[in-house]
């Protein structure tokens, strides 16, 4: 945990490719320990490896990219890097298809480490690790390093129409893709990873438009309401194990929650304002920077407009779906086997 710190703080603040590149490699091999924290377990296993092997495919891309960009301006500084590649680019010195070459090259791996379609395939499965740890990282941290990146080098990108366009399609497609995905899971910390990935994809939306302020502010206040309805999950699948034991096919599964509102009032509430701020309801934080976003598409296209608002009431039907799931209604379990004897359960 704490080399992940070390790593996310160390690319934030790094000046130059190289070191980004170092780091974001440390972010990728402490993400595969902590997904497969249980390694003995072989989901757990086979899932670390998965996340592994598919964020491998962009980092190659990403190293390949570094040394093109490199090779055009003869510098990794980003300093240095900008001014020098928007030189070439206005005076037309750099040949135009190698330079959209090498920006695609970078792409894949921020829609890899990001969860955007068609690199998402990981991110549900990481939901094996500990939920406390995937609040951290796959939530505030790690997949915010791919919007990060693409953010921080948003100045290349903006002059190669190409790689813009590109940003706003996988932004749009991903938004749909998760929110329609997190509608039909059963498993509360599957539910919150497509949730993540459609609001991932906002921000990958808003970076296209052009507006990377809002998808930064974006990124800030999604991680601080999806921590919190993570911790949130974790009281309520910790109270579940005291019901159905540690079975991961109950204890997380949501059809078999119900009335825990009166057992854990506290995380109820924490649980409420997690959903209530990210569904967008004023005066909480998701609700200042989703109006930002939504106010810029609107500039931007009517069209794609229509697409983000409809998705963003979708989010809001899918997480009071698993609010109301795990927090209404009654118990749905009621008895266990235990030792030969039916034993009437409660949550001390």
């Not at 976003?293 to 039907?317: C, E, G, P």
């Amino acid at each position: 945990m704490s080399l992940f710190n070390t790593s996310m703080l160390g690319l934030v603040t790094s000046s130059n490719l190289i070191q980004i590149y170092i780091f974001w490699e440390l972010v990728g091999m402490c993400s595969y320990l902590l997904i497969g924290f249980w390694f003995t377990r072989s989901a757990a296993a086979n899932t670390c490896q998965k996340a592994f092997v598919t964020n491998r495919i962009g980092n190659f891309g990403l190293l390949l990219g570094i040394l093109g960009f490199y090779w055009i301006t003869g510098s990794f500084g980003f300093q240095d890097l900008f001014e020098i590649f928007n030189n070439l680019i206005y005076n037309n010195k750099v040949h135009f298809l190698f330079v959209t070459l090498c920006a695609s090259l970078l792409f894949p791996d921020p829609v890899a480490k990001s969860a955007q379609f068609p690199l998402h395939v990981w991110l549900p499965n990481a939901m094996e690790g500990p939920t406390s740890i995937l609040a951290l990282i796959h939530v505030a941290t790690m997949v915010a390093e791919g919007i990060f990146l693409i953010a921080r080098l948003f100045l290349l990108f903006i002059v190669i129409p190409y790689i813009v366009n590109l940003i706003f399609l996988i932004g749009i497609i991903t938004i749909l893709l998760g929110a329609t995905l997190a509608l039909a899971q059963k498993d509360i910390k599957r539910g919150f990873a497509y949730s993540t990935m459609s609001q991932l994809g906002y921000m990958m939306l808003t970076l296209g438009m052009g507006s990377y302020r809002a998808a930064l502010f974006h990124l800030i206040t999604h991680a601080y309401s999806k921590v919190l309805l993570f911790l949130a999950s974790r009281s309520i699948i910790h109270s579940m194990e005291a019901i159905v034991g540690y079975s991961l096919e109950k204890s997380q599964n949501m059809f078999f929650m119900g009335g825990l509102r009166k057992h854990v009032p506290i995380t109820k509430i924490a649980f409420l304002v997690g959903t209530l701020s990210l569904c967008g309801i004023p005066p909480l934080a998701c609700f200042c920077s989703k109006d930002e976003i939504l106010s810029d598409s609107w500039l931007y296209s009517s069209i794609f407009a229509i697409i983000a608002w409809s998705t963003a009431r979708l989010t809001a039907f899918y997480m009071f779906r698993i609010y109301l799931l795990t927090s209404g209604g009654h118990l749905n379990v009621h008895f266990q086997k235990y030792s030969g004897k039916k034993i009437a359960l409660s949550i001390q």
